[in-house]
């Protein structure tokens, strides 16, 4: 059973910086990616940047590409997020996911297997 638990999330003020970890367990298959999303209440789940074992290739979102991020541990099956220059919009319950394929690379119904969650809160 694939699991992956989100830790790192609290509050920070605009500007400063938070870094997220995801420890993953229980794959049975190749997992050639993973990815960081993001949700607020009332609105849909949108991608923040996702990442593929096997070269390090990276994508991410507009709104926070030269800000945040992502890498992979692999010895230690943890992928990281890091945020830098935070913004008050940023503030949003983030989610680390993974699946066998990522494709579309940022569209949330393309994992199917998501941590519980890690709230970041950035005050202005």
């Known amino acids: 059973q694939v699991q992956l638990v989100e830790s790192g999330g609290g509050s920070e003020q605009a500007g400063g910086s938070l870094r997220l970890s995801c420890a993953a367990s229980?794959?049975?298959?190749?997992?050639?990616?993973a990815g960081w999303f993001r949700q607020v209440p009332g609105k849909e789940r949108e991608g923040v940047a996702i990442?593929?074992?096997?070269?390090?290739?990276?994508y991410y979102a507009d709104s926070v590409k030269g800000r945040f991020t992502i890498s992979q541990d692999n010895a230690k099956n943890t992928l990281y997020l890091q945020m830098n220059s935070l913004k008050p919009e940023d503030s949003a319950m983030y989610y680390c996911?993974?699946?066998?394929?990522?494709?579309?690379?940022?569209?949330?119904?393309?994992?199917?297997?998501w941590g519980q969650g890690t709230q970041v809160t950035v005050s202005s």
């Open positions: 996911a993974t699946d066998r394929a990522c494709w579309p690379r940022l569209n949330p119904a393309a994992y199917n297997y």
């Open positions: 229980g794959y049975t298959f190749s997992s050639p990616c």
């Open positions: 990442i593929y074992y096997r070269d390090d290739f990276t």
